[in-house]
């Protein structure tokens, strides 16, 4: 996390970063993340397949058969 954010970006992308913990875990790495965007006032960008995170965001944006489609709002998990 560190390294993403030394140079000030405005844009951090996260790529599963809970894939691989446990749920207590995983919920803090995405606390911090959060946490983080804020902070730095950064957009960030998180892929992900699991849905309970989705009301966490501001929106979700979801890719199917090469078709994005976008909601403004979270949707339930």
Known sequence: MARAL??????LVVDEPTSAL??????????LILRLTVEHDTA???VTHVRRLLPLTD??????D????TTRHAVAA
């Open 66 to 69: 090469g078709t994005l489609t």
């Open 59 to 64: 929106s979700v944006h979801t890719l199917v």
């Open 6 to 11: 030394m140079n000030d970006p405005t844009v």
């Open 44 to 46: 960030t960008v998180l």
């Open 22 to 31: 446990d749920q207590e875990r995983g919920s803090r790495i995405l606390e």
